[in-house]
């Protein structure tokens, strides 16, 4: 059984539909790169997938290790794995980045049946997890995303992945706003969380990213349709050829 | 034996040998206010004369003022004669046995609070006898007390046995015409604080009602009174975070600070009264007249409060900067949910050269609350350099509640500054959904953004209260997202 198989999935935002008729499944240890023109409908499959109040299903369906995904609310679906790293990470100020990841990590392993953890333990965790995505450890006492650069915020989602250690991983657009240094870290940050029981959903614009993330799958993306899947060398294709071959071939 | 006399007096000055007067000795009086209403009380207290003066001098001024209709509160007109002005406390048969008999809601919010069992039965009034040994605590903590020199007892203990400090002092900050309920309170209070820090000591311990040797019931119409002597130190906790059992809809208190050279105080107050149900049925009007007096140079009063309770809430904790180099400091946190209202603020008055103050207010709205900030900052002209630092920050939950600001400036010194900042926020929908993702309920992901947004309130609390108001703060938003 794949781990997310998404069936004919029609979604609408405020009253348009974006979504139409989107078929995908991913196994676990597989990772998956959705690309395709702007408004094709990338960012609304990462919020359906991660339950987002806005999108409405309109028909199809989500289902992860084999339950009904869309039926969960986000907070559930996050308990059973799915971790979102936003495009626009938002500012919460005043809340403290620590105090927040720490929270999210005992809501999870409570979730999970799991004893809560202790804020040394924690905090050795964090650091370790930190030193990997090259943060400094004063990160941790600000508010969370509170005033911090795009690259910082970026690097923040892909941390607080690491930390609590889903089982899918949708990244939307990890890799708009990076200078390429920030990219190579983000990007060392994924791989070293790929493992064979998670898999990835990249959603993204650019081939850049799949340099340094190496897709086991590519897909594109149009008119709320997966129009053409292929491994790697199709980002390459895009990237060299643009989209409008595919969307031809497509509508042919 | 003043007492005695005041006792005779009463007697011999009541008008009527028939009706309610007869019923003196009765443990509450009928409803009504009168004259003999405050003689009375005056004498049940045992008080000097010089107090029934100043309660019937008090009653007089009452008498000619209106009510003040000028704050952002709405409530029913109330009927001060259907009031009954003195109860006595109840004697333990008429209290819950044991928790067992106690509404089990009440009880569910102490666990929710993580108040400790052997609190609980105390909280929720069950008969003293049944209650955990707390006698002792306070015994020991009454030693050490009167070791510093420190008088800490009820307000009419101190009447009686320091009535010279009462007289030097009472009034002296909230006079008796000071405003309407300042005014009912003058005349009627029932019991209350009082507090002596001889000159140069600092208090050993935080002060605490809790640890307040008193009589039950004395809630409606509590009269404090804090007098900090020259270079002394104390820090009073007022209140507690776990919802008290009160029968009194009105209440109206005054607390009076006096800080003399170079003295401290700081007050924390925790006010969890009940506020209603959903509809904002039967919730407690409180009317509190709040006022520190930084007599002497270089002294400091600083007021910070949590604020939960109530259906109204009218307070506004103010600083009279006298003395040169006075600091006067304000931090609160407002929280209205359901149809809470409250306008509440602070005043600071800079007299004194070199004064400054600071004010942080934070108030959180959720269902149809109302809420009103009210500040004013006032800056005579012979108070050179004079600073104020005021900012303040209003935090919406829900589309129904309000928030609004009043400041009033008024500088009349030019080498003055003053600040003002002034914030209003929604938490959003994105906000609650970044948590959410992250596997973090909805409730706690709104406790996590408010708790975040009072931080600098909190942080001024005595360690335990801040742990305490925190999850005060989070029961009292219950529900308020959904």
Request: hydrophobic share 40%; aromatic share 8%.
């Amino acid at each position: 059984m794949a781990l997310l198989d998404i069936n004919d999935l029609h979604a609408r935002v405020a009253g348009t539909d974006i979504l139409k008729g989107l078929s995908l499944s991913v196994n676990a240890g597989e990772v998956h790169a959705i690309m395709g023109p702007n408004g094709s409908g990338k960012s609304t499959l990462a919020n359906v997938l991660a339950g987002r109040d806005d999108y409405e299903v309109t028909a199809g369906g989500a289902t992860l290790d084999g339950t009904d995904l869309l039926d969960m609310e986000p907070e559930e679906r996050a308990h059973a794995g799915v971790f979102l790293a936003f495009q626009y990470p938002v500012e919460i100020p005043g809340v403290n980045n620590t105090y927040l990841l720490r929270a999210a990590l005992n809501a999870v392993r409570a979730a999970r049946g799991q004893e809560e953890i202790s804020a040394v333990d924690f905090m050795k965790l964090a650091r370790e997890k930190m030193k990997a995505m090259e943060m400094d450890a004063g990160f941790l006492n600000r508010g969370v995303n509170e005033g911090f650069s795009g690259g910082e915020k970026k690097r923040n989602e892909v941390f607080q992945m690491s930390v609590l250690e889903p089982r899918l991983c949708v990244l939307d657009e990890t890799d708009s706003g990076l200078d390429i240094d920030a990219l190579k870290v983000v990007a060392e940050g994924v791989n070293a969380l790929r493992s064979p029981d998670r898999a990835f959903v990249l959603v993204t614009h650019y081939q850049r990213l799949l340099d340094y993330i190496e897709p086991d799958f590519v897909h594109v993306l149009a008119g709320g349709r997966i129009i053409r899947s292929g491994d790697k060398s199709l980002a390459l294709e895009l990237e060299a050829r643009g989209y409008d071959w595919v969307l031809e071939e497509a509508a042919a | 034996m003043s007492s005695s006399n005041a006792e005779v007096e009463a007697f011999v000055d009541k008008k009527y040998k028939h009706g309610w007067v007869t019923d003196i000795e009765s443990d509450t009086f009928p409803p009504g206010l009168d004259e003999n209403v405050i003689r009375a009380i005056s004498a049940r207290k045992g008080e000097p004369q010089f107090m029934l003066e100043w309660r019937l001098k008090a009653f007089e001024t009452w008498k000619q003022m209106a009510e003040p209709e000028w704050a952002h509160v709405d409530y029913p007109k109330i009927d001060y004669q259907a009031i009954s002005y003195f109860s006595a406390p109840k004697s333990d048969a008429d209290k819950p046995k044991s928790l067992d008999e106690v509404d089990p809601k009440l009880l569910e919010t102490y666990d929710k609070l993580g108040i400790p069992l052997h609190e609980r039965a105390r909280l929720a009034g069950v008969a003293v006898d049944a209650v955990f040994d707390s006698v002792s605590v306070t015994t020991t903590f009454r030693d050490k007390l009167a070791e510093a020199g420190v008088i800490f007892c009820s307000f009419s203990e101190a009447v009686r046995e320091h009535p010279e400090l009462v007289q030097k002092y009472l009034g002296s900050v909230v006079p008796r015409s000071d405003n309407y309920f300042a005014a009912l309170n003058s005349a009627v209070f029932s019991d209350g604080s009082f507090v002596y820090i001889p000159k140069g000591v600092r208090c050993p311990m935080e002060l605490s009602t809790y640890f307040r040797i008193n009589e039950l019931n004395t809630g409606q119409f509590e009269r404090t009174l804090i007098v900090a002597d020259e270079g002394s130190h104390v820090s009073y906790l007022e209140g507690c975070t776990a919802p008290m059992r009160d029968e009194n809809q009105l209440h109206a208190a005054v607390v009076e600070l006096v800080a003399l050279e170079g003295a401290e105080i700081k007050y924390s107050t925790v006010q969890n009264w009940y506020p209603g149900d959903e509809n904002g049925k039967g919730g407690i009007y409180n009317f509190v007249t709040k006022r520190g007096d930084c007599r002497g140079d270089d002294s400091k009063i600083s007021w910070t409060q949590v604020e939960t309770g109530s259906a109204i809430t009218w307070k506004y904790p103010s600083c009279i900067l006298r003395g040169k180099n006075t600091v006067g400091e304000f931090y609160s946190v407002a929280v209205t949910n359901n149809l809470q209202q409250a306008d509440t603020g602070t005043k600071m008055i800079h007299i004194g050269e070199g004064s400054t103050s600071t004010i942080v207010s934070k108030g959180i709205s959720a269902g149809r609350a109302n809420q009103s900030y009210r500040g004013l900052v006032k800056v005579l002209p012979q108070a050179k350099g004079a600073r104020n630092y005021t900012q303040c920050d209003s935090l919406l939950i829900g589309k129904e509640c309000g928030a609004h600001t009043f400041p009033y400036m008024e500088v009349r010194n030019a080498s003055a500054k003053v600040e003002h900042e002034a914030t209003t926020s929604r938490i959003a929908d994105d906000q609650l959904f970044y948590c959410r993702q992250r596997g973090i309920s909805e409730e706690d992901a709104v406790n996590l953004i408010v708790n975040g947004f009072c931080k600098d309130v909190f942080r001024e609390l005595p360690m335990e209260f801040a742990v305490e108001a925190q999850a005060l703060l989070n029961v009292s938003l219950e529900g308020a997202v959904g």
